[in-house]
């Protein structure tokens, strides 16, 4: 079964859980797959169809971004409790993202797409972050890719 999606995966990984009686982790992979259905319902009124796998992980993604921004919140605020749980809850998440650009590899790739497209400016930014998002989205960090693009002029 080396074609599974991701969507699949995520489902087993429940399965999984739920026997293993992890309470915490099947909790987290629920929540997964309610934001998937979520999704999935808003794809079904939209005009343009998204490949299965990039719509999981950018759920999956926008997830992830909620947690961190949480974790830094709840450790301003002073309850860790909080925050450890969105860490661990963080932690499965991550587990289902492919790999993720280096600050490297995104640099190469912003150099690589200015070149190509022709930007000498910070006005081609909104071409270069739309052909950065088209190439290499589901394992970009795109709030970083953004400086890395500013920085680049």
Do not use: W
Request: hydrophobic share 40%; proline share 1%; glycine share 4%.
């Amino acid at each position: 079964m080396a074609d599974d999606t991701l969507r699949d995966t995520i489902k087993a990984a429940t399965i999984s859980a739920m026997k293993a009686g992890e309470k915490e982790r099947t909790a987290t992979l629920r929540q997964i797959s309610a934001k998937i259905k979520d999704r999935d319902i808003e794809q079904r009124t939209s005009s343009k169809t998204v490949p299965d796998d990039e719509l999981v992980i950018s759920v999956l993604q926008k997830m992830a971004k909620q947690r961190r921004e949480s974790i830094t919140m709840y450790v301003d605020g002073g309850r860790e409790e909080l925050a450890n749980n969105e860490r661990a809850e963080l932690a499965v998440i991550e587990g289902f993202l492919p790999q993720m650009m280096s600050e490297e590899d995104t640099a190469a790739a912003i150099a690589d797409i200015k070149a190509s497209i022709g930007a000498d400016s910070i006005k081609d930014m909104g071409r270069i972050m739309a052909e950065l998002k088209a190439r290499h989205g589901a394992v970009l960090d795109m709030s970083k890719a953004s400086a890395l693009v500013k920085n680049s002029f």
